[in-house]
């Protein structure tokens, strides 16, 4: 069996991948051994360890998605006046501001 494998492109680690190299790493095995366990190459591992170290984090970055209309803060005054909750009724509770009218990603979000 050879040491080295194919190189799948563009797999990205899921979660419960990222814990269990965590927590394999923690236990003591090698980052050759864990990435021969989960079918992985030992620099995903090492990478994966050394995030966890250095940035007590195990999870992607968010993307450079769509920028958000409104923040947290509004957000929420958005939240507790959404009893009604068609978009025009909460438009005429919101104050007026700078920010342009809420999307409806953050009503279905309470």
Do not use: K
């Given at each position: 069996?050879?040491?080295?494998?194919?190189?799948?492109?563009?797999?990205?680690?899921?979660?419960?991948?990222?814990?269990?190299?965590?927590?394999?790493?923690?236990?003591?095995?090698?980052?050759?051994?864990?990435?021969?366990?989960?079918?992985?190459?030992?620099?995903?591992?090492?990478?994966?360890?050394?995030?966890?170290?250095?940035?007590?984090?195990?999870?992607?970055?968010?993307?450079?998605?769509r920028p958000r209309n409104t923040n947290d803060r509004e957000d929420r005054a958005i939240r507790r006046v959404s009893a009604p909750t068609t978009l025009a009724s909460i438009q005429r509770h919101l104050p007026p501001s700078r920010h342009p009218v809420p999307s409806r990603e953050t009503i279905r979000r309470r």
């Open positions: 069996m050879p040491l080295r494998r194919n190189r799948r492109q563009y797999e990205q680690l899921t979660d419960f991948d990222r814990g269990r190299i965590i927590g394999l790493r923690e236990a003591g095995w090698s980052n050759r051994r864990i990435g021969r366990h989960l079918g992985q190459s030992d620099m995903v591992v090492a990478r994966c360890w050394q995030q966890w170290i250095t940035e007590c984090r195990v999870y992607r970055r968010g993307g450079s998605g």
